[in-house]
């Protein structure tokens, strides 16, 4: 079972910049394809981000493109979210998944079978 932990949240003021990052505890880039959801309070969980660990490929939902970046170190095991001009719509609990189908699009929370506990970031106004 791959364990997944997220790092990096914390409280920034619009415009300003984080990164997340998700350690695995086992290689996950050859096996799975790895993603970013967030959750805003009384709000579902939505797609944010996707990276295929094998091709690189990546996907974004498109009120992040252009300003959020996925990447990943498979020797450290880890997956990065990047996020630049940050947006008060952007405050939510950042969630990093694994998804055994690196083939599919993957933008469905229940697509993904590991998820790591979350990581809170909030964007002030």
């Known amino acids: 079972q791959v364990q997944l932990v997220e790092s990096g949240g914390g409280l920034v003021q619009a415009g300003g910049s984080l990164r997340l990052s998700c350690a695995a505890s086992?290689?996950?880039?050859?096996?799975?394809?790895l993603g970013w959801f967030r959750q805003a309070p009384g709000k579902e969980r939505e797609f944010v981000a996707r990276?295929?660990?094998?091709?690189?490929?990546?996907y974004y939902t498109d009120s992040v493109k252009g300003r959020f970046t996925i990447s990943g170190d498979n020797a450290k095991n880890t997956v990065y979210l990047q996020m630049n001009s940050l947006k008060p719509e952007d405050t939510a609990v950042y969630y990093c998944?694994?998804?055994?189908?690196?083939?599919?699009?993957?933008?469905?929370?229940?697509?993904?079978?590991?998820w790591g506990q979350g990581t809170q970031v909030t964007v002030s106004s």
């Open positions: 990276i295929n660990g094998n091709s690189g490929r990546t």
């Open positions: 086992e290689r996950t880039f050859s096996r799975y394809a």
């Open positions: 998944a694994a998804d055994r189908d690196s083939l599919r699009l993957g933008v469905q929370v229940f697509e993904y079978t590991y």
